[in-house]
Structure formats: structure tokens, C-alpha cells
């Protein structure tokens, strides 16, 4: 493995706090430790992780990078998929840079077209993700995760024993009880942060990379919130649960435009929130690539078909955080989750009587002005 000696001059426009985290891990990289870089929520993080290596999101956020995608690519196109290209490309991505191997799994089919292109960059691996969670599907899959480990264990010369992979399941399922405690502080009422300072930490947690010191982090800030709380605070606000396409290169035309006016996100159905999260690995299935298998295939996202997991856990956490109107955000593009929008807005208006709007964006700045309306007219209405 090729260890960083100087930190490339193009890295050093990013915030601090992503800054914060890419000196990190080029500290890391100075040590000789692996990083390996995902895409997607149904990477198995716990498999890398036992041999000791750091796993890095590189889904990107910000639209800077579309243009030089664009080049590649066509314009129609998920904003997700052209951002993360374009980063990777312009290697402008430190965590791009500083990953060791890419993984990427056959999700939706921007994704999985775009990961034969990224592989002409860099070392990528592609799982085979079945597109049904039946028992065929986990068995493909924990097939795979196999693959993956064995993939791993050639590239570093390392073995990654199953002793090791159930520590990290110990170690993973701690931090996600700990982040299940944090978000759901929000079934308070009123709740006691906004969504904008849950997403900020929803966000920040996956690049700490000692996993253990982030969850006792989070779990400390959790008490803080409770000691701290303001029942004044977010008194009164219209309660809304956000779901669709992952939200990050929308965050603030959405949840911002939520939260100016008048309303409180409660909930996030969402890979940055309780989707990616919220189910734990079975710590007492001896078998553990089985274990992993069945609870990562059982993510709800729309690029399963059918999708039950999606529809039961948005229909708990509308009971439990007591949600006043849903509003759903899908990317540009996202054919996936664009149809599955009928049935989410059946289950919400109809089943639930909840009101409901559906917002599609992109990574740009045009629809800044009417999503604050939009947005601005639905809580009113609530
Ligand atoms: S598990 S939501 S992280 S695939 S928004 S790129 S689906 S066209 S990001 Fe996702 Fe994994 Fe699913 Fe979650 Fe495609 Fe849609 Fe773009 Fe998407």
C-alpha cells in the first residue's frame, strides 16, 4: 500500500471540519492504515473494519465537479452520481484520494454504469447487490460479502478471521444504538434540536474514524441534549419527517427552507438518517457473513423490488415522532425513488392521513427561491 507523503495543494479548500477529518486521515495513511471507500449504505463495513481498516462515504454533495462530469457523462443524470464522478475524476476528493480501494455495489443502474468508469481511476470492487430481499437474494449476497472479504484479504495480504468481523459487528451495532439514542431524542415534544443540527451530526459521525471514541462522543452529547433541553425551544413547530433520495446536496434548500418556516424535522427516512441505521446485525447468528447478509439486503432502499422494509420502518417512525406532514426529496433523475413516491405518498395521504409534498432538486442553487415556497405554503397548510 502506497503511503501519502505530501498532501495534494487541492485538498485545502474544504471546510473545516471535513478538514479536521482529512488530516486525520492522512495521519492515518502516514501509519500505514487501509482506507476503503463506499458509496452506498449496503456496504458491509464490518468486513474492512476487521482487518483494521477505516471505511470512508465518498458520495459527494456539492455540485462543483458536475461540469468536468458532464464532459463523461450525460447531463441527465442524478446529481449524486455526476458529483461523486466529477470529484473522482478532478481528484478533488481527498478521501477519494486516500482510498486504497473503492467499493461500489450494483444499486441503481447510474450507479453501477458509473462504477465502470470510476474503475479506470482507481481500484474499485463492485459487489453483486440482488434487487430482492428473499431468501435466494441473501444468499447471493452473503455469497458476495465472502467474495468481498477474500478480495480484500489479496489485496493486503492480511487474513480477516470471523472472530475479528465480530468484533466490529459489536463494535458497529454499539455506535448505531448510540446514534438510534441521539435521533431519537427527536420523539420528544417538542424535540429538542433542530434537523439541521441533527443532520450536522448524523453527517460528522461516519468520518470520526476511531468508532469506538465517536460513539462514546455521541453518547455524551446525547446526555447533554437531555441535561440541556428547552422545552421553549422548538415549541409550537409543525412536525416533519423528511424521506426520499439521500438529502446531504439539498440539506439546506430543504431542511433549511423546513425549519425557516415554521416547521421542525423530526425524522429522517433517509440513507443519512434511520434508513441506513436503524436495524442491527444479529450479534448472536454464528454464522456472521449470514448475520451481515440478512441485515444489510434488508435496507429498505427503491432499488429493491419489492420494497416492504422502506414502507414498515417510515410507518413506525410516523407513529413514534409523531409526524405532522412528510415531505419527500428526490434527486434529479432518481427513477427509483421518483415511482416509488406514488406508493409512499399512497401509505402517507392515504393510509396515515398525513399531509405530504414531494420536492425534486438537484446539487444546484436555481430552485432555492421556489422550494422556500413550496415548503414555505405546506407548513403553512399544516
Ligand atoms: S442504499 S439510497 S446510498 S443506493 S439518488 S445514486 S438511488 S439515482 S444514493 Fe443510495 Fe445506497 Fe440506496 Fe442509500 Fe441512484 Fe437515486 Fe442517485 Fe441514489
Request: hydrophobic share 35%; glycine share 8%; net charge negative.
Amino acid at each position: 500500500m502506497e503511503l501519502i507523503k505530501d498532501l495534494p495543494e487541492i485538498f485545502k479548500d474544504f471546510s473545516e471540519q471535513r478538514k479536521a477529518s482529512f488530516t486525520a486521515a492522512y495521519e492515518l495513511k502516514q501509519q500505514g492504515v487501509p482506507f476503503i471507500g463506499g458509496f452506498c449504505t449496503y456496504l458491509p463495513k464490518e468486513v474492512p473494519m476487521a482487518m483494521g481498516a477505516c471505511v470512508v462515504g465518498l458520495c459527494s454533495k456539492t455540485g462543483e465537479t458536475i461540469p468536468v462530469a458532464e464532459q463523461d457523462l450525460p447531463r441527465n443524470l442524478c446529481p449524486l452520481i455526476k458529483a461523486s464522478y466529477g470529484f473522482a475524476k478532478s481528484d478533488k476528493c481527498p478521501y477519494f484520494y486516500f482510498s486504497d480501494l473503492v467499493v461500489g455495489e450494483t444499486t441503481c443502474d447510474g450507479k453501477k454504469k458509473m462504477y465502470e468508469m470510476l474503475g479506470e481511476i482507481k481500484k474499485m470492487h463492485v459487489m453483486e447487490l440482488p434487487n430482492r430481499q428473499s431468501p435466494e437474494g441473501t444468499e447471493l449476497f452473503k455469497g458476495e460479502i465472502i467474495r468481498f472479504k477474500e478480495v480484500l484479504e489479496a489485496q493486503f495480504g492480511v487474513e480477516i478471521t470471523e472472530a475479528k468481523i465480530k468484533e466490529s459487528i459489536v463494535t458497529m451495532n454499539n455506535q448505531r444504538k448510540a446514534l438510534k439514542a441521539f435521533y431519537g431524542l427527536q420523539k420528544m415534544t417538542p424535540p429538542p434540536m433542530s434537523g439541521l443540527e441533527m443532520h450536522q451530526v448524523l453527517d460528522g459521525v461516519p468520518f470520526r474514524f476511531n468508532v469506538e471514541e465517536a460513539t462514546d462522543e455521541l453518547n455524551a452529547l446525547t446526555q447533554k441534549i437531555i441535561d440541556e433541553y428547552d422545552p421553549e425551544k422548538y415549541k409550537g413547530r409543525k412536525r416533519i419527517l423528511v424521506t426520499g433520495s439521500p438529502i446531504g446536496g439539498g440539506i439546506d434548500k430543504v431542511v433549511g427552507a423546513i425549519e425557516r418556516n415554521g416547521g421542525v424535522v423530526v425524522a429522517y427516512e433517509n440513507c443519512g438518517g434511520a434508513r441506513s441505521i436503524e436495524e442491527l446485525v444479529d450479534e448472536a447468528n454464528p454464522d456472521v457473513y449470514d448475520a451481515l447478509a440478512k441485515r444489510y439486503i434488508g435496507i429498505g432502499c427503491s432499488c429493491m423490488t419489492p420494497n416492504p422494509n422502506r414502507f414498515e420502518l417510515m410507518n413506525k417512525m410516523l407513529e413514534e415522532y409523531k409526524v405532522d406532514g412528510v415531505v419527500e426529496v428526490v434527486l434529479q433523475a432518481c427513477h427509483t425513488f421518483a415511482i416509488e413516491a406514488y406508493n409512499v405518498k399512497k401509505l402517507v395521504t392515504g393510509q396515515r392521513e398525513i399531509p405530504y409534498v414531494y420536492i425534486e432538486t438537484d446539487y444546484s442553487e436555481s430552485d432555492v427561491g421556489q422550494i422556500n415556497t413550496r415548503v414555505g405554503a405546506f407548513i403553512e397548510m399544516l
